[in-house]
């Protein structure tokens, strides 16, 4: 099921939680709205290293917490974990 969200995400602060294949996805999917996001996961896809490397996404190489996302305008949970 997919659900459009039409929202303005300009100068907004996105963050993915999660490194694997579906952040990765989730990730080059925000790249064509937004300027930069924060990723966070301990590990990371190459696909998103090199996200990195442009300066497109922004890694915090960690394990999540919560006070990760209390300046976040929009939160991806693209973990294996609940």
């Given at each position: 099921m997919?659900?459009?969200?039409?929202i303005?995400?300009?100068?907004?602060?996105v963050?993915i939680?999660g490194g694997g294949?579906?952040?990765?996805?989730?990730?080059?999917t925000?790249?064509?709205?937004?300027?930069?996001?924060?990723?966070i996961s301990?590990?990371i896809?190459?696909k998103?290293q090199?996200?990195?490397?442009?300066?497109?996404?922004?890694?915090?190489?960690?394990?999540?917490?919560?006070?990760?996302i209390?300046?976040?305008?929009?939160?991806i949970?693209a973990?294996?974990?609940?």
């Amino acid at each position: 099921m997919n659900m459009p969200l039409m929202i303005d995400l300009t100068n907004k602060n996105v963050v993915i939680v999660g490194g694997g294949v579906v952040a990765s996805r989730r990730a080059q999917t925000l790249s064509q709205y937004v300027e930069h996001m924060t990723v966070i996961s301990p590990t990371i896809t190459e696909k998103l290293q090199n996200m990195v490397d442009k300066g497109v996404v922004i890694w915090k190489e960690k394990e999540f917490e919560p006070s990760d996302i209390v300046d976040a305008y929009l939160v991806i949970a693209a973990t294996n974990e609940p």
